[in-house]
């Protein structure tokens, strides 16, 4: 089947995800509130400040609530402010910047309080303080972490020469266990912070700069964001990597965040765009795609992202010096069966029980779970000669139906787990797409052969074959919720209603999009029907009128699945 959007499942999971897009407008836009890129944004233990460092040298306070800047510390630094972070009571703000110096302020007084000059020969490139608020640890650009004590602003401890390039995340663990630092060079060191010697060492792939740093909320994962575009995910102890998110982003992963209520990861990317995941069943929830666009738009790219104390917002700064606040109120996914299928999953059906969940694979097995425990009830193995493309099921779960690329069609007593018949050479061409009319009376099938085959579920007989040589090929077909209508997607980016009975065209929507139509499906009460395309758009009708309502674009790279 063509690529663009594949099947009927995936474009009304699209088209939900597009509808409730108007859930996620940033609650706030701040336009290039800096004069060059944000560098770091923080919020504050209470959630009453925004922070924002900037290229510009300066940083700036706004308040959460009202939206408005309500501090400015002009000229800050003497160059760029690389890192910011906030004591635990939220009292003071520590930067770090590249003329090689950290400051100290109050953010009750808005004064500076510290500055420690010069404290290395070198740029401060990352800073975290511990979760006692005694020690403040420094990622400097020559590859060395210093650590000052809080109570009396002296140097603690000086980790010389641990990475061969500059430390882009430093993290000092509960009970300042661990201290964990990220560099450029590729690795991860983690440190016995009370012995300070060195207990283990990650090394990304191809030396893949690490560019951030998270740690889980129990703090026994690490999350690590790199230049190569991966999120990769490591257990502490073992140093085995046990989770890997590919393919999400289109360039460097710059920032992340974990919510403080452990359940979401937030990461950031230089292809502007800001992706959510479920930490814990590792499912990515909502990407809010190319946010920012491009260096010389309104927006850059993502630099960096928080996530606010409550855990129901994002900040993220940019790289030509705006800021957005995001809902991170997402659409969840209940649950994640992760590698259902060994290979591509090319159609999913679900029980009118909302009982079981089937799905068909390109390697000609068909599973079934159950959704109550998520565990694998049964599988068939080998059905087809060719992959599955296709599945349907009666409105009453006795029967499901599978059709293949071998141009055959079977049919299943759902409840035995027992093959009951088989069409062989149903077609002549592939099986693109199968349904069942609401009354079980027929299994209607259409093909790569240009044809509609019905099927008499009873009699297991063909009792009518729909041809047009002058059509093209057939792609998706649904039936309306009453039965009256066959509806069918065509390569030719058309769609056209038939009439059940009389088997006569009803209606033709001639081209209406600029790709093969792949996939149609229609509403529960019949009222809308919603059409997907190899030229990555949806487009919702009204069935009645015939009018298009909604055009939804570039869906495919706004959702990542």
Known sequence: MPEGVRSVEKLLEIYENERRKKNFVPLKDFKRIHEDGITSVVVTPDGRYILTGSKDKSIKIFDFETKQEIHHFENAHEDTVNTMCVSPDGKLLFSGSDDESIKV?????????????????????????????????????????????????????????????????????????????GSDDGSIAIFDFQTKEECRR??????????????????????????DSFIRIFNIETQEQVHKFQGIHESQVTTLAMSPDGKYLVSGSQDCSVQIFDFETRVPLYHYQKLEKGRGSIYGWIQAVTVTPDSKFIVTGSENGSMRILNLDVPKRSHAILDAQEDEIYSVVITSDKNFVISASRNRAIKMFDLKTYQQVHEFKDVHEDEINTLALTSD????????????????????????????????????????????????????????KFFDLDSKQEVYHLQNPQDDVIYSITVTPNGSQLVAAYRNKSVKTFDIQTKQ?????????????????????????????????????????????????????????
């Open 202 to 227: 990650f090394k990304m792939h191809k030396l893949s700069p690490v560019l951030c740093i998270v740690t889980s909320p129990d703090e026994k994962l690490i999350i690590v964001g790199s230049e």
């Open 105 to 181: 302020f109050n953010l009750e007084t808005k004064q500076q309080v510290y500055h420690f000059q010069k404290i290395h020969d070198g740029g401060i490139i990352s800073l975290s303080v511990s979760r006692d608020g005694r020690y403040l640890c420094s990622g400097l650009k020559d590859g060395s972490v210093k650590i000052i004590d809080l109570q009396n602003y002296q140097l603690f401890y000086h980790f010389q020469e641990i990475h061969q390039r500059s430390i882009n995340s430093v993290i000092l663990t509960k009970n300042n266990k661990y201290l964990i630092t």
């Open 397 to 452: 779960d006795s029967l499901l139906i599978s059709g293949s690329s071998d141009k055959s069609l079977k049919i299943f007593d759902l409840s035995k787990k027992k093959e009951i018949h088989h069409f062989k050479s149903a077609h002549q061409g592939s099986i693109n797409s199968i349904t069942v009319t609401p009354d079980n009376k027929y299994l209607i099938s259409s093909s790569w052969d240009k044809t509609f």
């Open 505 to 561: 065209l009803v209606h033709q929507f001639e081209k209406i999009h600029k790709g093969a139509i792949t996939c149609v499906t229609l509403t529960n009460d019949g009222k809308c029907m919603i059409t997907g395309s190899d030229d990555c758009t949806i487009k919702v009708f009204d069935f009645e009128t015939k009018q298009e309502i909604h055009h939804f674009t570039d869906t495919t790279e706004g959702l990542k699945l």
